[in-house]
């Protein structure tokens, strides 16, 4: 809760990012949110905010609240600050409630949320060479590296909070929300949905669908524990196929629905195909695979294996789905970006924390010494890589990073009150560009380290981009056929794309300027 005034907020050069994954990631919230923000609705899903044509198909929930918070006449920072601050309160709090619904103790369940959120692998090993070769004090003030994510050393599972509910919106929002479904999945199904009305099941289907537009890996996590639980409970108990039955048909029905709408005719057999072995795949890392998870996950992956069969847990629904969860994720790419394939995980491990909690809880409840020091160890080795960087990340004003300039925010603001909402502009494909950041104006090419990941094949619309700004022979003919009605030109487009700016300056006229852009308006 502390973080978050720290990790994005206003100076005066402009809005400031504590954090290089906020930095990186939150431009492309920015440019989604500014959709809610400054398009009229019937607008907000004509295109995909970074590629002029395509569907909107990014989960929009998280953004589309901040945008609309903007809307309002809220700034940009608290508008996203503040719900961010809120889906932090609320993870925290249904985490910790999970984790009490199934242990049962609240020590234990504080003990699995500390493990949770201080994830990490063996990264802390690589701080103490540091720390031996440097024999200084301040490699421990300031640690000089990230040390769930060292890539170079194949260090690929990066901390939770830094990696996933810092910079992924998206996320931070779908956990409390698929973890409050989990804990009534988890009552109904123990009391054989005893007292449960069909009214309930319809509306808990209908939440259920709505992780569609929310975060999809979560609702993937969801589909599967709900296959589990159901498989467990019909086990148990036959005649509770009924429930289930109308638990299906609430929850399918506007699923398909919403899937059909956001992703149908762009989420193709492209995005799924067979990836043995996840980031030690050949094509990937190409490392041995026992080896890439010692090093990601420590001592932690074989510790929560053998939890599990010493507790017996994997006879409980939700470490089964995540033992499932794990393997599938293994053998299958759920997306382009293979490190995306880490959103599954992560509620592997956040199920894997129940059989290790339990297990150190039984630990330290024994009267032998040995195992009592055995279990602090355990928690020291499994938290220490997590905790380095977030100590680190409380140094924001070490990590800061300016993402917007004041002359950004300016321009953007005088660009927004002389163009229309639709008109199509032409820029750079730099990712925190104003236009595309500021304004929600419709733009051909976003950042093309984001198209391949959404599975957008961008290189004939790049092509006919270069062929615009440098005023080649189809260069008026491409401005026609996509409807271009201004022309930005700063340093991305002169440097990028070369652009011939005294092409457009003797055809347009120039309406807009600072130091670093020229607006021009095409005729």
């Not at 919230?29 to 590629?51: D, I, T």
């Not at 063996?122 to 004090?137: C, I, P, V, Y």
């Not at 004939?460 to 009605?485: C, H, N, S």
Request: with cysteine; hydrophobic share 50%; aromatic share 18%.
């Amino acid at each position: 809760m502390y973080l978050w005034p720290h990790i994005l907020y206003k100076t005066g050069e402009g809005i400031v990012a504590g954090w290089i994954g906020v930095w990186a990631d939150w431009a492309a919230h920015f440019s989604y949110a500014s959709v809610f923000a400054y398009r009229p609705p019937s607008a907000w899903f004509l295109w995909h905010p970074l590629f002029l044509g395509k569907k909107f198909t990014y989960p929009f929930l998280a953004d589309a609240i901040s945008g609309m918070l903007m809307r309002l006449g809220i700034d940009r920072v608290p508008a996203f600050i503040g719900p961010s601050i809120i889906f932090t309160a609320l993870f925290l709090a249904t985490l910790f409630l999970f984790y009490r619904e199934i242990l049962k103790s609240w020590k234990q369940a504080y003990l699995a949320v500390s493990l949770f959120l201080l994830s990490g692998g063996l990264g802390f090993l690589w701080f103490l060479r540091d720390l031996f070769q440097t024999q200084s004090l301040r490699v421990v003030q300031f640690p000089p590296l990230e040390y769930t994510h060292i890539g170079d050393s194949y260090i690929e599972w990066i901390n939770v909070v830094t990696g996933q509910l810092l910079p992924q919106r998206a996320f931070l929002l779908g956990l409390p929300v698929a973890l409050m479904l989990l804990i009534i999945l988890h009552r109904w199904t123990q009391k054989g949905f005893s007292k449960v009305s069909l009214a309930r099941l319809i509306f808990f289907g209908l939440c259920s669908s709505l992780l569609l537009i929310i975060h999809v890996h979560t609702f993937i996590m969801f589909v599967m524990v709900c296959a589990v639980s159901c498989i467990f409970a019909l086990y148990k108990k036959k005649q509770d196929w009924k429930h289930w039955v109308m638990f299906a048909i609430a929850a399918g029905i506007p699923s398909m629905i919403i899937f059909s709408w956001l992703y149908g005719g762009e989420i193709t057999q492209g995005f799924f195909r067979w990836y043995p072995g996840w980031l030690a795949n050949p094509q990937a890392k190409n490392i041995n695979f026992f080896y890439f998870w010692w090093i990601n996950w420590g001592v932690f992956l074989p510790f929560s294996l053998f939890a599990i069969i010493k507790t017996k847990l994997y006879k409980q629904q939700f470490v089964l789905s995540g033992l499932l969860l794990f393997i599938a994720s293994n053998l299958i790419l759920f997306q382009p970006y293979d490190w995306d394939n880490s959103k599954i995980l992560t509620w592997s491990y956040l199920f894997f924390c129940i059989p290790s909690a339990q297990l150190l809880a039984m630990m330290w409840r024994r009267r032998i010494i040995f195992a009592k020091v055995s279990a602090i160890v355990l928690v020291m080795v499994m938290t220490a890589s997590g905790g380095l960087d977030l100590w680190r990340l409380l140094h924001t004003d070490k990590l800061s990073y300016l993402m917007l300039s004041s002359d950004d925010l300016s321009i953007a603001e005088q660009f927004r009150r002389i163009s229309t909402p639709t008109d199509v502009v032409l820029t750079a494909d730099k990712h925190n560009h104003w236009v595309t950041t500021l304004t929600g104006r419709p733009i051909l090419l976003g950042y093309k380290g984001w198209m391949w990941t959404y599975g957008i094949h961008y290189e004939q619309r790049d092509a006919d981009m270069v062929e615009m700004f440098r005023g080649g022979p189809l260069a008026q003919e491409l401005l026609k056929t996509y409807a271009i009605k201004w022309v930005v030109i700063g340093p991305a487009e002169l440097y990028d794309y070369h652009a011939n700016e005294a092409y457009f300056a003797k055809k347009y006229p120039m309406v807009l300027k600072n130091s670093e852009y020229r607006v021009y308006k095409i005729q």
